[in-house]
C-alpha cells in the first residue's frame, strides 16, 4: 500500500456502518451492526474492542456502541472518500449507480491521496450535461480527510502518526 500506517479496511467499514446505524441518539447496537455487515455478533464485538483500543468507538458491553469525536472524523473521511470514488463512476464514467456503489465500496480503502484529488478536480470540471447538482460536487471538496489524518490512521491523505 502508499501508506505507512493506516488503520484496516475492515475497521474503516465497521466505523462506516456505524456512523450510518446510529439512531436519533447517536448510538447502535452489536446486533444492529451484525445484521447490516453480515457477520456474526460475535465478530462485531472483537472489533469494537480493537476500535475501543484505538479510542475510535465507545462500547457498553451488552450495550451501545458510539463513535468517538476520533471516530467519527474516521467514518466522515471514508463516507467522502466513498462518495468521490462513486460520483467519478456514474458522473464521469458512466457505470450504473449499482455498480459503483460496490466497485467504490472496495475502493474507497484503497484509493490514494494523489488519486483521490484528481477525481475531485475532474468531478469539479464542467460538463455539457451536469450529472450532479452545483452543491453535491461543493460537498465532496471540502476538508477530505480532517478526521483520520489528524489521527494518523487516514487511508486516503498518507500521513501516519498513531500506531
Known amino acids: 500500500m502508499h501508506r505507512d500506517n493506516p488503520i484496516s479496511s475492515t475497521h474503516e467499514m465497521y466505523l462506516k456502518v456505524l456512523h450510518e446505524a446510529r439512531g436519533e441518539h447517536g448510538v447502535s447496537r452489536v446486533g444492529d451492526l451484525a445484521r447490516r455487515l453480515d457477520v456474526s455478533p460475535g465478530t462485531v464485538s472483537s472489533v469494537l474492542k480493537k476500535l475501543e483500543r484505538m479510542h475510535l468507538v465507545e462500547h457498553e458491553r451488552y450495550g451501545f456502541v458510539s463513535l468517538t469525536a476520533d471516530g467519527s472524523g474516521v467514518a466522515s473521511c471514508v463516507i467522502r472518500r466513498f462518495e468521490t470514488v462513486r460520483a467519478l463512476l456514474v458522473d464521469v464514467l458512466g457505470v450504473s449507480p449499482e455498480t459503483a456503489a460496490i466497485d ?9 491521496p494523489e488519486t483521490l484529488e484528481r477525481m ?44
Request: hydrophobic letters at 30%; proline letters at 8%; a positive charge.
Open 120 to 163: 475531485q478536480e475532474l468531478l469539479a470540471r464542467p460538463r455539457r450535461r451536469p450529472a450532479r447538482p452545483p452543491g453535491a460536487r461543493r460537498r465532496l471538496r471540502r476538508n477530505l480527510c480532517d478526521g483520520c489524518a489528524r489521527l494518523g490512521v487516514c487511508r486516503a491523505s498518507g500521513e501516519t502518526g498513531r500506531g
Open 104 to 112: 467504490a465500496c472496495m475502493m474507497e480503502h484503497a484509493v490514494s
